[in-house]
Each structure stands twice: as structure tokens, then as C-alpha cells.
């Protein structure tokens, strides 16, 4: 194993100097300014740039009301070039259900933790979807409330340690998780459902293309989708930026199973999207 | 993109990933690069493991101006954007080479 | 406030809801958002049958938090919209209304109250924070079709919630009136509202009640500036809102009753049937319950020897009239909680026979 100080590294401090095509710019084009206060190794951002990405990709910014709910995505709600509606916490869905419902050509996409969406705003998310009501749901799912420092929410899985479950999820003290896209999956007015994950570079891209179809479905006048990105956590999970993506996997999406599970603009006998576990 | 700060120090560095072959003349075909903000990162690591061809290493005791450690590239890069797909501070820029160029190896 | 002139074909026998939905249709409300509740409900039903025969959206949400959630999403797009319930709704919809408020988001809010306990709610706020807005109180079904145009128009001029305070009888009386739509001028610009249509232009629109402008070259919000900009506003409004009262027989009157909303009516026939008898007392009735008329208040009463106070609940009014007349003048409460056995606001009290007896137990006492 070599020392670090006898690798040959590649400068990195400028664009290269020979003939080369930009492929990535720092920040996506509809995130104005990409620094944030998040922890380290949090994935909200990795999902937000997604979303933001899949909304340029299909022209839908001139049209989009992006309405946040409250959490630490909350601190992107600033700095986003897309028209942005702040709704209390958990109540998302009722102030995108005015929105659209007055603008019915606008694309009005919820950004919403699972704290957010899962425990204080269960109701709404499930009236919406039972309503069909022509918008995106997007949930970023930690499995803790990470904006007041990691509490156990509606979607903390069994054996999941946080602040009000220090011993882990018990089933007798705490209950059991929700899996809220399943449970939302089940309502006739969904359209589109699906559970990814941002623990990978595959994975983001397997969230970009959920997160494209859900936009479509809403296009479309298609009906209710819901996206659920499962999001790292490390603080919440009192584990290494490192071990964060393995957590996730490993507890996580072992529980909140990632795929589509429902789209009913997919043929019949078309395979749905699997979502690996790492 | 600030100077790196040079902490008192050696560690050996560690690296799960295995980049393209190398050559008999020690060279490794490298297909893109990429522009790095140092300062913009918080020393997460998540780059490290999601680069396919594990080109990006992180440092082991320089810090930026905010006291993170930050990742080094080598050659071997395909301009995948892997990197800047997971990173959640927007560290990454990427390109891609009209032409791969045969770098000497990092390692 | 007197009916506007109007010729015979215009005017209709509407019972109070169905002619509240029709003045907020003549107001030009596109988006209305409900829960059944009494005495709300029949607005609500007369909103679900009308606004999409004038292309509007009305909604029976699930819940109340969830129908002032539409209400907000609505609004902020521009789109003239309201909400309501009776007491116990708005109770759920504290939080929201608290925070439309900060959001800068114009909102009509009906209380179709259950008595007058509801007072402090309304004029107070229920919600956290320091936050105010306009409240207007009808007598009776006419002038709750003028105060529900007035309601759109001050919510829009000033990007702020205004809550209009109706109860059972408003709701359920039947009254032959004309719901034309009121002129107040060239409407507000809506040019803060949102569309869509900014995204992506470097000038994106945000409608926050944590910050009006989008920092793109900082991270975060500065909460002390927005706050501080929100009370500015406030006392703007709270300034330059005309207060509205109305008065009957005050200029000698030795009494001066105090009344609002539908016991107000009771209330002046009960002081003119006095003033028959040769009595002088009087009668004021906020209209504005904030701003409140305290000025033209202390006008009214200058010169009497005691204001009394009705109103249906353990007393509430009673503290704003003491504020108002700073003790220049004895105060005194006359009402109570007065009800049925539903519990709806019913009041065996709103009988001219007892508040007479209510009136001439102060007259003796004091003139």
C-alpha cells in the first residue's frame, strides 16, 4: 500500500487543458447556490439535485410550483431556481392540492421528509392520493427527524436507535414502521408509486428515472404519484459518513423496499423497475 | 478552490476499488477528469466508494480552509459522473476528453 | 352601513349562507375549501353547487387543517379564495392561518360562529406568534353581503387574512337582497403570486412565511428580518384600515349600549323602544372588530354617564370597550352566555323584553 504522498495525482484545481467536453457542471442548472449546512454525507442533496434535474431534463420549471415542507430540505426551499410555496409541516399535500387545483396546467411537485409526511402529515399525503389529485409527492425518507436532531418518525424501522428510541425501535414500546409508498400504492387513486434509494451512484440514477416517470405521470393528467427516496443520514443514524450508504441498505431499504409498485400507465406484463439493495 | 493544509503526519491510504489496467509502460487510459472545489467539501467519503474505476482518494491529513479532507483524483477517470452524482456539496465538476489521454498511473 | 340602491329584479329571497357564497362569487372567489360543520355547512354546499358554474374549484376537504391547507396553496397563486368554518374548525386551523399570515398570502376566513365566545379567536388570532387580521361583523344578511365583497377587496389590497364573523342566525335567516358586485377600483397587483412561470429565469418566485425573496448569493433565512417586516406591515395596516362603527341616538344619550354582530339588531330596538319611553340611551356597533373603532368609540360615549355591554359569552368585547373609553366612562357587562340546547348560538337573551330589562337595570344605576 503506498502513502498518499507517493500516489500521482491528476490536477484538479482547473478545467483541463486539452480539448474536453463539459459533462457535470458543481450544480445543476435550477440549484442557484449548491452550498448548504446539511451534515456530511447527508443525502437530502443528492435527492434534491435529482429531482431538480429530472424537472429541467422534461422543460417543466416554467410551469412547476415546487410546495416544501419542513425539514432540512427546508434549506433548499431558498435557493432554487423554481418557483417555491412553503407549507407548514406535514401539510404539503393539501397546499399542493390548492395549487393545482387552481392552476391546473402548473406541475406542482411536494417536497417532504418522512417525518414530515409519514407522522405529522399521514392524513394529507393519503387524502391526496385517494383523490387522484394530479401532483408529485416526494418523500425523502431518513427514517428519523433530522431537522430537530434525530427523533423516531412513523417510518423508523425495528431496531433503529434515534433519540426517543435509544435502545432501538421496539415493537411493544414504539410500534412499527409504515411503509408509507405501499400504503399509498393500495389507494385506487394513485397512478404511480415507486421507492428508490441515493446510497449509490446506480441508485441516484435509478431515482432520476422514478422521479422522471412520476413527472410524466403528472403531465400526462395521469393522476397521484408518489416518490419515496430512501436518504442517508449518518447523524441520525450515529454511524460514519462512510458506513451510511451500507446503514441504509442494510436497515433500511430491507424494510422500505425499493421498486415500482405502482404504475398503471405500465403495460401489462412489462417487469417493474427493480431497485438493487446497494 | 482554496490551498490544501498540510497537517504533521503519514498515513498509508487504502482502496477498494480497482482502476482500468494499467499498461506495461505504466500508464492508464483516461478518458475524462474533473474540476474539484475543495473548499466545498465536507470530507463525507461518499465519492471514494461510488467511483467505478476508484480513481478518487481522499486525503489523509490535509484539510481544506474548513478542516475537512478532501478527495485527490488519479488517472484512470472515464467522466462517469458518478462522483458528482453522489456528492452532496456539489464538489465535482466533470469532462469528458475529445480524445483519452494515457496518463501515468496513480498507484 | 345602509343597502345599496338597487331595482326590484335584482334583488332575491336568499337565505344568509347560500347569499354569503353568492356576495363571494360577486367578489370574484375562485377556490373555496370546506368541512360540514354547523352553522358553515350550507356555505359550503352553496359554494359546491355554484363556483364550478362560474369555473371555480370548491373543495369538502377531509379535515379543516387540511381545507385551510387548500385555501393557502390556492391564494398563492393568486387565485381569490376562502375557507371557514364555525369556532371549533377554526380552532384547527390556527397554525395555518398564522403562518398564511406571515406568507403574506391574501385569504377571506367566515366564522359562522356558535354565540359570540369566538370573539378572542377572531380578534386575537388563535395562532401562535404576533400576526393580526381584519375582522368584520355583520348585523344581518344585507350587510354580510357588502362586508364579505369589502373582505376580498381589503384582503387583496393588503396581502392579509380577513376573517368575517357570522353565527346561526346569519346563517339561517332569509332576506330579500341584491348581490351585485361592489366596485372598490382597480384590483391589486398579484405579481408576487405564483405560476410557474419564473421558474428557471434566475428570478424564481417564493411564497414563504419564513422570507419573501429567493437569497441566491447567501444560504438561509434571516427570520429577524422577515418577522420585523411582518410587524411593520401589521401596524401599517392596523393604521391605515379605516375602522367602521356604526351609532344610533348617541349624541345625548346618558347609555350608550354596545353590541356586535346579529345582537347588535336586538340591541337598537331595544334602545329605541327606551327611547320611546323617553330614555336617552344609545346604541354603538363595531363593524371593524380590529381595527377597532376605539376612537370613534370614546367619541360616542363622551358625555354619558355609563357604556354597557352585550354580547353572548362570559364577556370578551367588553375588555376592547374598556381599552377604548379608558375609563372616561363607567363600563359594564350586560351580557352573557345565552344558548339553546344545541348549543348553536340559539339565544333565548335576543328578546327586546330582557335586554330592555338589562339597559334599564344600568339606566337606573347610573343616569
Redesign the interface.
Known sequence: ?????E????R?????D??????????P??????????????????AI??LMEAI?ELDL?????T?FGIGCY??F????????????HG?A???????????P???VVTLQGDGDMVSEGL??VL?AAARGENITCVMLNNGVFGETGGHMTATTVLGQRTKTSLEGRDPVAHGRPILLADLVARLDGAAYVARCA?N??GN??RTKRVLLRALETQALGAGFSLVEILT?C?TGWFVE??EA?DYLADNLATVHIGGVLKDIRANHGQKADDIESR | MGRPVHVRGVAPVTSQRAPGAVSESGTILTRGTVVIDVDACKGCDLCIEACPPGVLVMTTHEVNDRGYRFPLLMAGCTGCRACSQICPDFVFQVYKYETPIQMPAGR | MSTPASTASTRRLLQGSEAIAEAMIAAGCRFFAGYPMTPFTEVLEHMARRLPEVGGVCMNAESELEAVGMAWGAAATGTPAATGSTGQGLSLMQESLAEITLARLPLVVLNMARAQGDYWQATRGGGHGDYRHIVLAPVDVAEAVELVQLAFHLAATWRNPVLVFGDYYLAHTARSVDVSTLDFGPAPSTEWALTGESGGTGQAKLVSFLGSAKQRDDVGYDLAVHYTACADHTAAMLRDVVPVMDTGMTEDAEVVVVAFGTPGAYIRAAVRSLRDEGLRVGWARPVTLVPFPSTDLANAVRGAKAVAVYENNTGQMVDDVRLAVLGAVPVEFIGGVSLDSSGFGIAPDLDVAVLRRRILDVVERHA
Open positions: 500500500m503506498k502513502k498518499i504522498e500516489l500521482r495525482v491528476v484538479t484545481d482547473a478545467p483541463p486539452v480539448p474536453a467536453r463539459l459533462v457535470e457542471d458543481f450544480t442548472r435550477l440549484v442557484d447556490v449548491g452550498a448548504h449546512h446539511l451534515c456530511p454525507g447527508c443525502g437530502e442533496p443528492i439535485r435529482s429541467d420549471v416554467r410551469r412547476t410550483i410546495v427546508t434549506a426551499s431558498n435557493n432554487l431556481d423554481v418557483e417555491v410555496l412553503q407549507a407548514l401539510r399535500p393539501s397546499v399542493a392540492t390548492g395549487a393545482k387545483r387552481a392552476r396546467d402548473s406541475i392524513q394529507e387524502h441515493v449509490s451512484a441516484v440514477a442517508m449518518p459518513t462512510q450508504p
